[in-house]
């Protein structure tokens, strides 16, 4: 049980991290305004309707249904495989808290809230950024550790 604690207490804190910088966002800069950070990042007040990179802009239902399945899948995987790999629940936690984020904007707004601005780069949030180390994370859990080399000629 206590993995489950922990992939929840990541989730929350993803969630939580996501909210209060999007409300941050909101409440320092107008909606479409730019403000530069240091080259090439800028602070935005933008919005997303649809998916990665605005892909199924106007999707509605079927944003909510593809983010519900893929959470219910990552749980589902997370809980066969959770005990053979004991980091499994971070990762799975970011994604899990990641995709709530944006879910919770979706519900709240129709939309998502993306603020930092790369210049070659689309807008994105902490939950996005969330979701993409928790991939990384999640196929670095599962390929193992990579072999020490101390141990390589064992």
């Known amino acids: 049980m206590a993995r489950w604690a922990r992939l929840a207490a990541v989730a929350a804190l993803v969630v939580c991290l996501d909210q209060a910088s999007k409300a941050l966002a909101i409440a320092s800069l107008e909606r479409g305004e730019k403000t530069s950070v240091f080259f090439g990042i800028d602070l935005t007040n933008a919005r997303n309707s649809g998916v990665a990179f605005g892909l199924f802009e106007g999707g509605g239902a079927v944003i909510y249904l593809l983010g519900a399945a893929i959470v219910a899948l990552l749980l589902a995987f997370f809980a066969l495989r959770g005990r053979t790999r004991p ?68």
């Open 87 to 154: 980091l499994l629940w971070l990762p799975v936690g970011a994604l899990v808290g990641g995709a709530a984020g944006n879910l919770i904007d979706r519900a709240r707004l129709g939309e998502v809230i993306d603020f930092i601005d790369p210049v070659v780069w689309p807008a994105f949030n902490l939950a996005d950024t969330a979701i993409v180390v928790g991939v990384f994370g999640l196929l670095y859990v599962m390929e193992g550790a990579p072999e020490r080399p101390e141990q390589a000629g064992a």
